[in-house]
């Protein structure tokens, strides 16, 4: 899973800040995903794009959160006025055209003060 | 009932055992099954993957999908103290073009004591 970079790796906020978290797909993946993993819960799903296409942003907050895959760079996903609660580890992961199977980055670990 | 129930465990096992690690589900449109690892502070690493019902065998790994019981297995032989780490099932449907959303377990450490 190192073809999935993300950055930073440790992101540290003051409330009210906002926070950008980067990824960079696996050369050839089109199709980005966001995850959330909160301590002791599992990885939850947050949105699906595809270059400059938001297909499912279902598991997104309604509030604060947005997400992006702009023709040209990374995948941003920016979270707006954090608070505490958002304190938990993003993944990003990538898979091909019509690939179920996706593969994971590093993660972006949120740190809220 | 949560969608995806696994054990969180923790397991603890001598190098050389057998390792079962089990998930259960209840949307019976789940149809893709996968098995990752997760090493601790580091990104799931993708194991098995299984559409369907049956059987699958990579090295020392077998994955097993029942659907009629909801029920997927992860078999590691000869388990070795490199493979202690937090396994992660995952499942999605194909049902409605979303079978890329995957909904995982809570994960099971397993530690492989030398």
């Known amino acids: 899973n190192a073809g999935v970079m993300q950055n930073p790796r440790h992101l540290v906020r003051r409330r009210g800040q906002e926070a950008r978290l980067r990824c960079s797909p696996m050369?050839?993946?089109?199709?980005v995903y966001w995850y959330r993993q909160l301590p002791e819960e599992g990885l939850k799903f947050m949105v699906y794009l595809q270059k400059e296409n938001i297909i499912d942003e279902s598991g997104m907050p309604k509030e604060r959160f947005s997400a992006e895959f702009p023709k040209e760079g990374p995948s941003i996903l920016r979270i707006q006025q954090v608070v505490r609660g958002d304190s938990a580890a993003y993944f990003c992961?990538?898979?091909?055209?019509?690939?179920?199977?996706?593969?994971f980055g590093q993660g972006t670990r949120l740190t809220v003060v | 009932q949560k969608e995806v129930e696994q054990d969180p465990g923790p397991l603890s096992v001598p190098e050389g055992a057998i390792v079962s690690l089990n998930c259960t589900y209840s949307n019976s449109a789940f149809q893709y099954f996968m098995w990752y690892r997760q090493y601790s502070r580091k990104g799931p690493e993708l194991l098995m993957y299984t559409y369907s019902s049956g059987n699958k065998e990579d090295g020392r790994f077998t994955a097993q999908v029942d659907k009629s019981s909801k029920y997927i297995s992860l078999f590691i032989r000869d388990s070795q103290p490199s493979d202690s780490a937090t396994y992660l099932c995952?499942?999605?449907?194909?049902?409605?073009?979303?079978?890329?959303?995957?909904?995982f377990g809570k994960g099971t450490l397993l530690t492989v004591n030398p």
């Open positions: 050369k050839g993946h089109s199709h």
């Open positions: 995952a499942m999605s449907a194909r049902s409605g073009g979303s079978n890329y959303k995957l909904t």
């Open positions: 992961a990538s898979s091909p055209v019509g690939v179920t199977e996706a593969f």
